[in-house]
């Protein structure tokens, strides 16, 4: 049974989507991961509520070739499937010789050394977050993340799980604005060239675009070290998001020193 820290922020009885994602991860890492073959690329499609039910996670092989594998979950509840995943495993090998003409470069954010921020509002988010930017601002938004809780009894998070639970606030970074979170992610799909190390996971919003409703935003993965990967989303307008969150920014802004909590999945 899900604990009470996987509610989600828009109801207190819906499992919140990012864990799925993580879920996922878990399930996929435990039946086909083998050293030296990487996870390059884990999709997640959200595309229904969930109760706060137990969640079954099922995996089948697609393809396993000898320099790539790829996997798929689907994840469900007695209610029927809620989401579904794919991942890409490829096969560790001598790197180029040479520079590429384009490279992702590290931050100048150092990692965070003081206290996360704390909760504000009815939802406390189940992760620790450092908020590097102001909310919505203008500009990409920057923040890191540490999940405070395991995902399963007391298993420690691998790091391709802790990229996956940390990949789904792609949405909010990429999408947010001054009054809000307008826009409720229907998937997100992370790539990875290394896994992170540690427990932190930085974030930073590299781009956003959508028009009559629909959106696509996307995010450079970093750990302490440096950039590791980006997530790219893909999003919709959410009516019931825009009041609610509108409504929340404005009550507490000023107070408020975490980021807007993520809506349930459409």
């Known amino acids: 049974m899900p604990a009470p820290h996987a509610r989600g922020p828009w109801s207190p009885d819906m499992l919140h989507g990012r864990l799925l994602g993580?879920?996922?991860?878990?399930?996929?890492?435990?039946?086909?991961?083998?050293?030296?073959?990487?996870?390059a690329r884990l999709t997640v499609d959200l595309?229904?509520?969930?109760?706060?039910?137990?969640?079954t996670v099922e995996t089948s092989l697609i393809r396993d070739g000898r320099r790539i594998r790829v996997a798929?979950?689907?994840?469900?509840?007695?209610?029927?499937?809620?989401?579904?995943?794919?991942?890409?495993?490829?096969?560790?090998g001598e790197q180029p010789d040479g520079e590429r003409s384009l490279v992702t470069p590290a931050w100048d954010e150092p990692p965070p050394s003081g206290p996360p921020a704390g909760?504000?509002?009815?939802?406390?988010?189940p992760f620790d977050l450092w908020r590097v930017t102001p909310w919505g601002a203008p500009g990409p938004?920057?923040?890191?993340?540490?999940?405070?809780?395991?995902?399963?009894?007391?298993?420690?998070?691998?790091?391709?799980?802790?990229?996956?639970?940390?990949?789904?606030?792609?949405?909010?970074?990429?999408?947010?604005?001054a009054d809000?979170?307008?826009?409720?992610?229907?998937?997100?799909?992370?790539t990875l060239a290394r896994q992170?190390?540690?427990?932190?996971?930085?974030?930073?919003?590299?781009?956003?675009?959508?028009?009559?409703?629909?959106?696509?935003?996307?995010v450079t993965v970093h750990d302490?070290?440096?950039?590791?990967?980006?997530?790219?989303?893909?999003?919709?307008?959410?009516?019931?998001?825009?009041a609610a969150q509108a409504a929340r920014t404005r009550g507490t802004e000023s107070t408020r020193p975490g980021a807007p909590p993520r809506p349930t999945q459409a």
């Open 180 to 190: 809000g979170l307008r826009f409720i992610n229907a998937d997100y799909t992370l």
């Open 196 to 218: 992170p190390e540690g427990e932190i996971v930085g974030m930073e919003g590299t781009g956003h675009l959508s028009a009559d409703g629909v959106a696509t935003g996307q």
């Open 22 to 39: 993580g879920l996922a991860a878990r399930a996929l890492e435990q039946h086909h991961a083998q050293p030296g073959l990487r996870f």
């Open 141 to 177: 938004g920057r923040v890191w993340l540490r999940e405070k809780f395991p995902l399963v009894d007391d298993e420690p998070l691998t790091p391709i799980v802790r990229a996956a639970l940390a990949a789904d606030f792609a949405s909010p970074i990429s999408n947010a604005q």
């Open 224 to 242: 302490t070290a440096g950039p590791i990967g980006f997530c790219v989303v893909t999003a919709l307008a959410n009516g019931s998001a825009m």
């Open 47 to 55: 595309f229904r509520n969930s109760p706060m039910l137990p969640v």
């Open 119 to 125: 909760a504000g509002g009815p939802w406390t988010p």
């Open 72 to 92: 798929d979950a689907t994840i469900s509840t007695v209610q029927g499937v809620i989401a579904r995943a794919s991942a890409v495993l490829l096969r560790e």
